[in-house]
């Protein structure tokens, strides 16, 4: 699904997909600044998104993906807040890509999804953790699951 022949959005609305059970990709346009939560629940089929190069995507809304496919998914460098649950009961995301101008996340050994509580402080905040890992070594700066 391809929304570039659309103007002027600024937010997908909760539920928007919802049950679309068809999309398996999705390009999120430049102009999309919030993606609310439910957005794309029980999409069931869907395993990646794309996240224009120079999106202007700040937040991402709670529960995003639950009963998804989503395998990748992309970070740009203007997202500032990720809802707690975003990533609720998402079993199957391998990949999370962080632009390298994002400096408030970092998927930090290919397992664990980070973020910085405060800006220009330490990364000290779990978001998220793939679900297929035997082991994990959390850092000493992580003070908030």
Do not use: A
């Not at 740009?76 to 609720?88: A, C, L, S």
């Amino acid at each position: 699904m391809n929304f570039q022949r659309i103007q002027n959005w600024f937010q997908l609305k909760f539920l928007l997909f919802r049950y679309f059970y068809y999309i398996v990709h999705i390009l999120i346009p430049n102009g999309v600044r919030v993606i609310d939560d439910n957005t794309f629940t029980s999409c069931c089929k869907l395993e990646s998104t794309e996240i224009e190069y120079e999106s202007e995507l700040e937040e991402l809304g709670k529960y995003l993906f639950t009963s998804s496919s989503i395998e990748n998914i992309t970070i740009p460098k203007k997202i500032n807040e990720i809802q707690e649950m975003t990533f609720n009961n998402e079993n199957k995301i391998k990949h999370i890509k962080i632009s390298d101008n994002n400096d408030r996340f970092e998927y930090y050994d290919d397992q664990l999804l980070i973020t910085k509580s405060l800006p220009g402080k330490k990364y000290d905040t779990l978001i998220f953790s793939r679900r297929d890992i035997k082991g994990v070594h959390i850092t000493n700066t992580i003070k908030y699951v």
